[in-house]
C-alpha cells in the first residue's frame, strides 16, 4: 500500500544528514549525484518506477562485487520533489573504478523501466568532498517537515525553493548500509562525527570481508 505524505520527516532527514556525514568518516564519501525524472503513469507510480530503477543497479552491485571477490552493499540515500512532474534526488556511492560502467549503463536501466530517454531525464554529475557535499545533503532534505526547518538550517534553501507537495510512496529514504544501524555496528558518534574507540565488534560479519571504496 502506498503512503502519503506532505513533507520528508524530521526522523527521515535527521538520517540522510547523518547519512551523509558518516560516510565521509568512514572513507567512502558519497561521490555521485544524480537526478531522474520519473515519468509517473496510473500503472506505475514514481515511487515504484524508481524503485524498479533502484533494483537494476543493487543487481549489478551484486555481480560486480561477485566478479571482483568483494562486498559492495548499496550505500545512498533519495528523496523526492515537485510531485507535479515529479523527480528524483540520488545521491550514491560507486567505486570509481566502475564509474564508467555506471554512467553507460543508468541510462538504460531508466529506459527498461519508463521507456527511452528524453531529453533532461537524466542528470549526473561526480562530487568532491568539499563545502558542496553537505550543502547538497540540505538540498535533499529541502522538503522537510515545515515544524523542523529552522532546526536543520533550512530557512534560506526552503524560501528559495518551497515546500515539495503531496506525494504517494516513499518519499526519501537512507540505505541500509548507511542507515542508522548501520551506524550503530560501527560505533558511530553522530554528535561528534567519529566512530568510538573498538565500535566494531571482531565477531562482527561485515568486517571479516573486503569491501573496496
Not at 531525464?121 to 557535499?133: K, P, T, W
Not at 518551497?162 to 560501527?186: C, E, H, I, M, Y
Not at 558518534?189 to 570481508?209: E, F, Y
Amino acid at each position: 500500500m502506498q503512503t502519503y505524505s506532505e513533507y520528508i520527516s524530521r526522523k527521515v532527514s535527521q538520517n540522510i544528514l547523518r547519512a551523509f556525514d558518516y560516510a565521509k568518516v568512514i572513507g567512502i564519501p558519497l561521490n555521485t549525484y544524480v537526478v531522474i525524472n520519473i515519468r509517473e503513469t496510473d500503472a506505475v507510480a514514481a515511487a515504484t518506477a524508481f524503485q524498479r530503477i533502484r533494483h537494476k543497479y543493487r543487481d549489478w552491485l551484486s555481480r560486480k562485487a561477485k566478479q571482483l571477490g568483494t562486498r559492495l552493499p548499496p550505500k545512498y540515500v533519495f528523496s523526492f520533489e515537485a510531485p507535479t512532474h515529479p523527480h528524483v534526488n540520488w545521491v550514491l556511492r560507486v567505486p570509481p573504478q566502475l564509474q564508467e560502467e555506471f554512467t553507460a549503463k543508468l541510462p538504460k536501466w531508466i529506459a527498461k523501466v519508463q521507456g527511452p530517454l528524453r531529453p533532461f531525464d537524466l542528470r549526473l554529475r561526480e562530487l568532491e568532498v568539499g563545502g558542496a557535499y553537505k550543502a547538497l545533503a540540505n538540498y535533499v532534505i529541502k522538503g522537510c517537515d515545515p515544524a523542523y526547518i529552522d532546526h536543520f538550517h533550512l530557512r534560506a534553501i526552503h524560501q528559495t525553493h518551497g515546500p515539495q507537495g503531496a506525494f504517494w510512496g516513499r518519499r526519501a529514504a537512507v540505505s541500509a548500509a548507511l542507515n542508522k544501524t548501520a551506524r550503530d555496528a560501527r560505533g558511530y558518534d553522530a554528535k561528534r562525527r567519529r566512530l568510538k574507540p573498538l565500535g566494531v565488534p571482531p565477531n562482527t560479519p561485515s568486517i571479516n570481508k573486503p569491501e573496496i571504496a
